[in-house]
């Protein structure tokens, strides 16, 4: 060591009573040791706008009541946070069910699905639907709890005790799923009398759930909650009458099956009656799939396009080779025409917010030309196609071709249920369909399944087999894909003719020895190690289905994890 440099001054001290907190901006917070993440957070100024829900210390995704007992760096998470919504979503659910418990002991509540505006659907049993004023009664028992600002009570249980808990209040979904957990613990949260577990963290108290609202909807209501993107609002309610619908039908597949929550799964796979499971939900795919090319023909005199559109890992290329099949079965022939061949060159293509092409803006797309051309090809005319090259980035020319009589044209594109996508082609010309994994199977009565979740995990799964990705760059892309799902997808969704439902209730389980070691690999530290700690834990509640043979060889499922039969399935012209 050089003797020209000073030694710093190194000295054993006493500890200081007070620690730091410093956030991404540089400014720094300092109080005392052990006082909860909540009091340094709520003393910024931006802490309500919008409001702040938990917090990344060092790395880890906390709850604000988390105590800092070390110098740290937190990165604030608020609610229009991917994380922070859930914060919120799973805070008020668990609102919802201790208000509701008060008001109605022996009424059982169930948390369905969700809804695209922002909301939760949920249903009562054992007695008809609430009414409006039963459920002006509720909405004003929750308001009544945020306004006293109460805390939520979290506990870490054995997991006997939380068992013989759920056992005495008759929750016996809760007690099997709880039968095959492999940790010992469970943790608790408690509001007055109501004691539940979530699959999360949860804010501090009611005082934080400020914006929500309760509608009367079908047989059930929604509990309405902020989207993202409007922390603060809550948005108009569509009628979705054609989403409620789908959902609804696979509810009953879920009846048909006695697979409606995943400890009967977890039963079903230990006592080997797996295989029969997944033979049933394929032949109700199946079903579902000849009953769209039914409704198809029974339209083809007028309905000659056929348009498939859904957001990302939702089984469209299965989806739509298997509705081929069943369409040349009934006598149709399809023929496949290329949306992405209508590119326009890719130096013309419009820019996003970020200055960078927006490749999934419906402006990228020479919407006028692929008019013409549909239009064209319907009359039985003869049309040159364009080809679009993704190397030089410029369209050049493709294929002739001219439509044989009674022949329908299939396109899919994320553009397929937009009414600007085709201007010059009559609505009543085309049939819409809108493909997503409507996941209705929940871990119980209280804890939905996101939908989303199901469609990262195929696609975490899909990118490591087919283009080699790692989950860190898979789910490091996710945002990005979401954010054009909500653009140029969702909005349109209500437009479709038929909504297909992608799901398979076992296919989380099948999905689970795929997806666990490429979430372990993530590094811990990194930006993306948090949400793959999440979906860890997640997949736990799942017993593994370790032999895939079970599963067939045209299974939407297949298209994820290997193996289809219709890969190299290409519609004959």
Known sequence: MSKALKKPLIRFVKPRETVEVHLPDGRVLSG????????????????RNPLIVGGIVNTQLRELTYPIELDVRVQPVTMKDSDGARIYRRSLTFLLEAAFEALFPDVVLSVDHSVSSGGYFCKVRGRPPLNREELKLLERAMRNLVAQDLPFQKDIV????????????????????????????????????HRDYHHGYMVPSTGYLRWFDLKLADDGFIV????????????????????????????????KLGIDNVGALNEAIHQSRIRQIILVSEALHEQKIAEIARSIVARASEARVVLIAGPSSSGKTTFSRRLTMQLLALGVSPFALEMDNYFIDRDKTPLDEDGKPDFEALEALDTALLSE??????????VKLPFYNFKTGKREPGDTVKLEKGQIIIAEGIHGLNPHLLPDIPRETTFRIYISALTQLNLDRHNRISTTDTRLIRRIVRDMRERGYTAQQTISRWESVRRGERRHIFPYQDNADEMFNSALVYELSALRPLAEPLLRQVPYGSPEYIEAKRLLAFLEWFLPLENVDFIPNNSILREFIGGSILADFKIWK
């Not at 051309?373 to 003869?382: D, F, T």
């Open 32 to 47: 005392p040791r052990g006082t909860s993440l909540e009091h340094f957070l709520m003393k910024l100024p931006e802490a």
């Open 158 to 193: 054995p997991l006997e005790e939380a068992m013989q808990y759920f056992e005495k209040r008759g929750y016996q979904d809760k007690v099997l799923l709880l039968k095959y957990r492999q940790k010992p613990t469970l943790v608790l949260y408690k509001l007055g009398e």
């Open 224 to 255: 309405r909650f902020p989207r993202r993107q409007f922390a603060d609002q809550l948005l108009p309610l569509p009628e979705s009458k054609t989403l409620f619908r789908t959902f609804r039908q696979y509810g009953d597949w879920l009846e």
């Open 373 to 382: 051309h549909i239009r064209r090809l319907i009359a039985g005319e003869v």
